[in-house]
T-cell receptor, first 116, second 111 residues
Framework: ETGVTQTPRHLVMGMTNKKSLKCEQH?????MYWYKQSAKKPLELMFV???????ENNSVPSRFSPECPNSSHLFLHLHTLQPEDSALYLC???????????????FGPGTRLTVL | TQLLEQSPQFLSIQEGENLTVYCNSS?????LQWYRQEPGEGPVLLVT?????EVKKLKRLTFQFGDARKDSSLHITAAQPGDTGLYLC???????????FGTGTRLKVLA
């Protein structure tokens, strides 16, 4: 498989559930990103991992918990979400130069999350 | 707060027409990307521009980065129904991992 893959593609969960989103990149990149895309809002950066170290946390509520076990995999653990968290969650990867800054991002297809 | 404003927000045109989408900011970016996103999918990269004043062409699409690297435009010649989608610009600030995305332009090309 090539590019960036995300599973599941669709997820419906209750506010008391715990679930995880998974992202895998097959591009040999060393930086991975989580974004939230809501209707009528620009794409919002949530987290960035570079060389498996979190380098950005964009004031995201603690009910979202990222995990990056290696440079190819990224998870977003969800617990006690709110209905307003319903959105398309996108994963991306890029090649990050050693001094910071990043190369072009490649996106996965996203997970459409609905919180009831 | 860095913002990238895109205009227009929505555009519905007939096949064969030309159009221009604008991406404007008060911030300077080290590079700027344009993406197209279709419903239910992630954004797909169209082009990256890095030099002020740079012009890149991709078949019927022409991209320009402003001289001051604060703005960009996307021009489509003879639009086709396959061009329909959400067009997003994204700017990267030098030395960071933070891509700032524009507000998006939703284009519909009617056959």
């Amino acid at each position: 498989e090539t590019g960036v893959t995300q599973t599941p593609r669709h997820l419906v969960m209750g506010m008391t559930n715990k679930k995880s989103l998974k992202c895998e990149q097959h591009l040999g990149h060393n930086a991975m990103y989580w974004y939230k895309q809501s209707a009528k809002k620009p794409l919002e950066l949530m987290f960035v991992y570079s060389l498996e170290e979190r380098v950005e946390n964009n004031s995201v509520p603690s009910r979202f918990s990222p995990e990056c076990p290696n440079s190819s995999h990224l998870f977003l653990h969800l617990h006690t979400l709110q209905p307003e968290d319903s959105a398309l969650y996108l994963c991306a990867s890029s090649q990050a130069p050693p001094r910071g800054g990043a190369d072009t991002q490649y996106f996965g297809p996203g997970t459409r999350l609905t919180v009831l | 707060t860095q913002l990238l404003e895109q205009s227009p927000q929505f555009l519905s045109i007939q096949e064969g027409e030309n159009l221009t989408v604008y991406c404007n900011s008060s911030s300077v970016f080290s590079s700027l990307q344009w993406y197209r996103q279709e419903p239910g999918e992630g954004p797909v990269l169209l082009v990256t521009v890095v030099t002020g004043g740079e012009v890149k062409k991709l078949k019927r699409l022409t991209f320009q980065f402003g001289d001051a690297r604060k703005d960009s435009s996307l021009h489509i010649t003879a639009a086709q129904p396959g061009d329909t989608g959400l067009y997003l610009c994204a700017g990267l600030t030098s030395g960071t991992y933070k891509y700032i995305f524009g507000t998006g332009t939703r284009l519909k090309v009617l056959a």
